[in-house]
């Protein structure tokens, strides 16, 4: 089973409120990622995990959090969204990193409003 | 920094049809290449992988590598209208997957 799930698949918020999302594997994968991706825009990596240690990408530091509380589970946590956090967010995960297969969520479609 | 940069936007062939999309990417130190495919309300899916220079083929999908031009290709022959979907071309760089925009494949029945 290569599935990966996404809760909740759509999510309205408002302006200043925050913002969790959800995402869970049952692949034993090492790594999961979570993605940004705008309309007409190319993916963009926000942060992943690698075990149980967290790499944010420099650029959205202070804007994501993130928890990995277990090997199946992990969070995207938004503190105060603004309308420029309103995209599709995937996450995924793969068995280590670099050359190895990464496999997708569905999504959750984020309107911030 | 990576950059990939995927053409054209947009591609329509006609069902039976070869499709032909391009991918460019800017780091000589890049060594791994994935095409993923990504249908209406799902997640991208990896189509293929592609590490030394040439052609590898599985069915009817054939990824071209040249290190030297910085340049990836897809080829996919006797195109299904199951095939319609957005495409995207990434680059390994350094830790992580360097994603082109996407080219978004109409196949014409």
């Known amino acids: 089973d290569t599935t990966v799930k996404q809760n909740p698949r759509y999510k309205l918020a408002r302006v200043g409120k925050p913002v969790n999302l959800i995402c869970s594997q049952t692949m034993n994968h090492d790594t999961m990622y979570w993605y940004q991706k705008k309309p007409n825009q190319a993916p963009k990596l926000l942060l992943f995990?690698?075990?149980?240690?967290?790499?944010r990408e420099a650029d959205t530091f202070e804007k994501f959090q993130s928890s990995r509380p277990n090997n199946s589970f992990c969070s995207l946590y938004i503190g105060s969204a603004g309308l420029e956090y309103s995209a599709m967010y995937l996450c995924?995960?793969?068995?280590?990193?670099?050359?190895?297969?990464?496999?997708f969520g569905p999504g959750t479609r984020l309107l911030v409003l | 920094q990576q950059k990939v940069q995927q053409s054209p936007e947009s591609l329509i062939v006609p069902e039976g049809g070869m499709a032909s999309l391009n991918c460019t990417f800017s780091?000589?130190?890049?060594?791994y290449f994935w095409w993923y495919r990504q249908h209406s309300g799902e997640g991208p899916k990896a189509l293929m992988s592609i590490f030394s220079n040439g052609d590898k083929k599985e069915g009817r999908f054939t990824a071209h590598l040249n290190k030297a031009s910085l340049y990836v290709s897809l080829h996919i022959k006797d195109s299904q209208p199951s095939d319609s979907a957005l495409y995207f071309c990434a680059a390994h760089s350094n830790y992580q997957l360097i994603w082109g925009s996407g080219t978004k494949l109409i196949i014409k029945p």
């Open positions: 995990y690698y075990d149980k240690i967290l790499n």
């Open positions: 780091d000589r130190n890049s060594q």
């Open positions: 995924a995960s793969s068995r280590r990193q670099n050359q190895d297969t990464q496999y």
